[in-house]
Nanobody
Framework: VQLVESGGGSVQAGGSLRLSCAAS???????MGWFRQAPGTEREGVAA??????RTFYRGNVKGRFTIGNAKNPLSLQMNNLKPEDTAIYYC???????????????????WGQGTQVTVS
């Protein structure tokens, strides 16, 4: 399975971006999510969605600003009111099996995209 992100770019604080993640084939796994990694930091979960039931999970400091899409393919992430601290490489990920790990834990996921840069100034 290949995941390909698009939609990154540079915006001013307060602006918006919409990321998209296209999967090369059907993923019948337990969940999909968006993660980000800034230089010198660990990868962190931003938003995730269960494959069944449509439950969503968000990192605290993006709640109310970011929205993960309803569709699995492509999977979107609408980002509004962006802040400089949102600057990072954003990755799309998918899990092929269920897990007891939290939905925003990167270790839960098996497939990863190459990432797309988001820069907020």
């Amino acid at each position: 399975v290949q995941l390909v992100e698009s939609g990154g770019g540079s915006v001013q604080a307060g602006g918006s971006l919409r990321l998209s993640c296209a999967a090369s084939e059907y993923i019948g796994g337990s969940c999909m999510g968006w993660f980000r990694q800034a230089p010198g930091t660990e990868r962190e979960g931003v938003a995730a969605r269960t494959a069944q039931g449509g439950r969503t999970f968000y990192r605290g400091n993006v709640k109310g600003r970011f929205t993960i899409g309803n569709a699995k393919n492509p999977l979107s992430l609408q980002m509004n009111n962006l802040k400089p601290e949102d600057t990072a490489i954003y990755y799309c990920a998918a899990a092929r099996t269920a897990s007891s790990l939290p939905y925003l834990d990167p270790k839960r996921y098996h497939y990863w995209g190459q990432g797309t840069q988001v820069t907020v100034s």
